[in-house]
């Protein structure tokens, strides 16, 4: 599986392997890329869940990134986060065995 590159924290154009972004991170070698999560660094929550319908249009968020909703593909999060304007980010969720990590895609 390949993912933008990292330059610290910062993405870039070009994909890359996500066992070099691992190492990139310094995250442990066996950490699992989960996808791609919108975090909101405000409210520091994540996007959880929409239902939209004629009368309404609910979202819900969640304070954990285990419990956000996870994009496979890059693009369909960011089509999710433009929604939202400025206010989220497009994040890279890892689970690293003890914890879930969250990385900025910028």
């Avoid at 909703?69 to 994040?91: I, N, P, T, W």
């Amino acid at each position: 599986m390949a993912c933008c590159a990292i330059g610290g924290f910062v993405m870039k154009a070009r994909l890359t392997p996500i066992s070099e972004v691992i190492q990139e991170l310094g995250l442990p070698n066996d950490s699992q890329f989960i996808g791609y999560v919108i975090y909101f660094p405000e409210r520091d929550d994540y996007f959880f869940l929409t239902i939209e319908d004629d009368d309404a249009d609910l979202r819900g968020f969640s304070p954990t990134p285990h419990l956000a909703k996870v994009f496979d593909d890059y693009d369909d999060a960011l089509g999710m986060a433009s929604r939202f304007g400025r206010f989220s980010e497009v994040s890279l969720l890892f689970d690293t065995g003890p914890e879930y990590m969250v990385f900025p895609v910028l």
